[in-house]
């Protein structure tokens, strides 16, 4: 590596370390106590959920990406027949499945937890997380095939619901499909 980009990227990391311990001194708090007469701090409101900036469009951005691929690689493959034995491009299509299943609920579940931000949002969608839940292995069933319609009807179901209670909260999911290095990962 040439000496210019080690000093240039020494450079930045001292910059950032000092923005970061100059931000960190600046939001020090005084050493007043607010809370009852005894001196005991009072909890806040904000102390059961914390919530969290744009928790609806983090949301929205979550589950559309979960809605997106359950939609494009598990639901419309699973009815066009690909999983069946013998199909063509069975087997890219079950490993694409896979992660898809495996990426959905990774999504699903960051959804849940940006749902959290928004009062409104995470009453409409808490009675969801047990379906959520359900999906958890679904990424491995589906990869190795084992997979029925049962399964297949599931994740279609849990996906609806969450945009429905998206909906209801003011929070419109729109699918949105990855790409495939985003449910490899990479």
Known sequence: MPPFVRARRAFVAVLLSGTLLATTAA????????????????????????????????????AGLAAGATYQWIVKPYRAGTFKKGADGRTVALVKAGLAGAFAYNRLKAAVNNAKGDPLLSKAVAPLSAGIDSLK?????????????????????????????????GAEVVDKVPSTSQLSGG
């Open 27 to 62: 939001c020090g708090g005084d050493d007043k106590q607010s809370g009852t007469a005894n001196g005991q701090a009072t909890p806040s409101v904000s102390a059961t959920a914390e919530r969290q900036k744009l928790a609806k469009t983090r949301f929205v951005a979550n």
């Open 137 to 169: 292995d679904m990424g491995t069933k589906l990869r190795k095939g084992e997979a029925t319609s049962g399964d297949v009807g599931a994740f279609e179901k849990v996906i609806n619901s969450v945009k429905d209670a998206g909906r209801s909260a």
